[in-house]
């Protein structure tokens, strides 16, 4: 069964604090891995698409890595706008369905 | 950009009644989803389509059903709703071709409640 695990449940930060959240996942044949950002009352915003380990992929204060195991989003210096939910999704070979992690709900003080 | 609509934000209903949730994307593309999101479960797929009238069950659609009737419309039907049908509906859609078409846009979400 494709399953998808994210940890820490929960995360706060104090502003400036590096820090690494984790998505741990089965899937029979990667055909992608997706991070997706989620603020409260809205609907997941896209991030990153990760499709083979050893692919990084960077977009401001966000870096997401992969492994065959597990996929990394490691947030640089963040800042409290970066406060959100963060949502990890396996696409398994052969189908169009995403599978997706529960999220780490991350807060961000000044 | 890509945008995916859903007509309510917020809707109440009573235990029974049908409910319809609609869903519109204005990029031509070819697959939508629909999904609930519950507290401490994530995202759930309940179905999807991949064309016009095609449709698949996901892994929740028990007490639900979909209608694709234009490209760009995908509804979600319950058919008799239930207190345990509330939840954060999210449809989503998706190129399906090329090296971005896996990904998955999504609406804003409607919150049904039903009681």
């Known amino acids: 069964e494709d399953q998808v695990t994210q940890s820490p449940e929960a995360l706060r930060l104090q502003e400036g604090e590096s820090s690494s959240l984790n998505c741990s996942y089965t899937v029979s044949g990667l055909r992608g891995l997706f991070w997706y950002r989620q603020d409260p009352g809205k609907g997941p915003e896209f991030l990153f698409t990760l499709y083979s380990a050893g692919e990084e992929k960077e977009k401001e204060r966000l870096k997401a890595t992969l492994t065959k195991k597990e996929s990394f989003l490691h947030i640089t210096a963040p800042k409290p706008e970066d406060s959100a939910t963060y949502l990890c999704a396996v696409q398994p070979g052969g189908f169009q369905k995403l599978v997706f992690g529960t999220g780490t709900r991350l807060l961000v003080s000044p | 950009d890509v945008k995916v609509t859903q007509s309510s934000r917020y809707l109440v209903k009573r235990t029974g009644e049908k409910v319809f949730l609609e869903c519109v994307q204005d990029m031509d593309h070819e697959n939508m989803f629909w999904y609930r999101q519950d507290p401490g479960l994530g995202l759930r797929l309940i179905y999807f389509?991949?064309?016009?009238?095609?449709?698949e069950k996901g892994d929740i659609p028990e007490g639900y059903s979909v209608s694709r009737e234009k490209k760009e419309r995908f509804s979600l039907i319950l058919e008799s709703a239930s207190t345990n049908q509330t939840s954060m509906y999210l449809c989503a859609s998706s190129l399906g071709t090329g090296p971005s078409g896996d990904i998955q846009y999504f609406g804003a979400g409607t919150r049904l409640s039903v009681l």
């Open positions: 389509s991949y064309d016009v009238k095609m449709k």
